[in-house]
């Protein structure tokens, strides 16, 4: 059977860019060979049956914040020009708009939001109108802010969907890696109990669950998902899987896309929940698992685990993750952060 798989980015577009630089085209080839290297290593895969379509939604941000810095731009000596400032610091592509900015503008501005889950949700309908229900299976990878993206435009995608349309067919994985659709709602105390995105035997009818699997995975250094994690202990195990313990190092960038898929775990179990077993035997995860160093044998690769290591212990004591409850000062935790960045732990 066919896989048709979306690749939904995070925070700008680029794979390997920490948090993202407008690039339309380079984070998908780079994601697609990763998937397909990795695929290639399953003698049992048939490479014609995965097909990868890459979500856009990066030029949504890109076309808000020009026209905001138009605007501003054409009030600048005007009594007006104190009151628009910030719209000129949306177009600036340093460290807090050119990283973070894209989550602000999501989380913040309600008009940005919906247009781009409008976008989102219409790619994926359109996909699924187009390829069929016959012999296809759909699937997601969402990465970092792609994540609460994905969740929002599926969950209005099978609330309300497109033009009043539905797609009569549940999304078979919901692939989450650096999940962090429960930090961007960080103050929506009924997040768990309204999602649609959420697998059978999790609360809800299964008719009105939009996906049948669920997966997520943590780095335990990266920030990120970290602070406030997505964790159901009432989902049930058949069809609810959360990987939240990868400790391994490709790099000073741990939240990178491309560092996520270079672990065999992610990639194999990916694998595994798109083709079955029978193509993607346990013994060959293993196999690949066993294979894999996840530091170099050198002082520097001792150094690394090191440093991996004290930002997680900062971020398990930053985090909720043994009560559920978050109370941590948001300060606080950007101070944190911002001092494993000075340090060159990770950024």
Known sequence: MRQLVFLIH???????DVLGKADLGKWADEVTKVLRDAAASFPGIDGKQLEIVPIQYDDVFRSHVTRWNALAEALVGTPLESLTKWMKATDNQDFL????GDVV???A????????????????FEQIKKN????VQYSII?????TAVAHDALQKLYTVGVDGNKPALQIQNFFALANVSRLVWVNDGKFYEETRVRPPDSGLPANQCAVLNYMQFRHIADP??????????DWSPEHYASIDDLDFFRGVNVHALTSYLAHPTVTSLILYRLFGEIAVPVEAIKARRDAFKPYTDDLAGAASKLAVHEVARMLDALSASSTGNFSTDFDEVGKAAIEAVQRGLLR
Not at 97 to 100: E, H, K, S
Not at 142 to 146: D, E, K, T, V
Request: aromatic letters at 12%; zero cysteines.
């Open 105 to 107: 503008l999501y989380r």
């Open 224 to 233: 990120f998902p970290s602070i406030l994690r997505f964790t159901r202990k």
């Open 142 to 146: 969402a990465h970092s802010l792609g």
């Open 10 to 16: 995070g925070m700008g577009n680029s794979a390997n």
């Open 132 to 135: 069929g229900t016959f012999d």
């Open 97 to 100: 708009w050119g990283n973070l």
């Open 109 to 124: 501005f309600a008009e940005v939001r919906e247009h781009v889950l409008t976008h989102v949700a219409r790619q994926l």
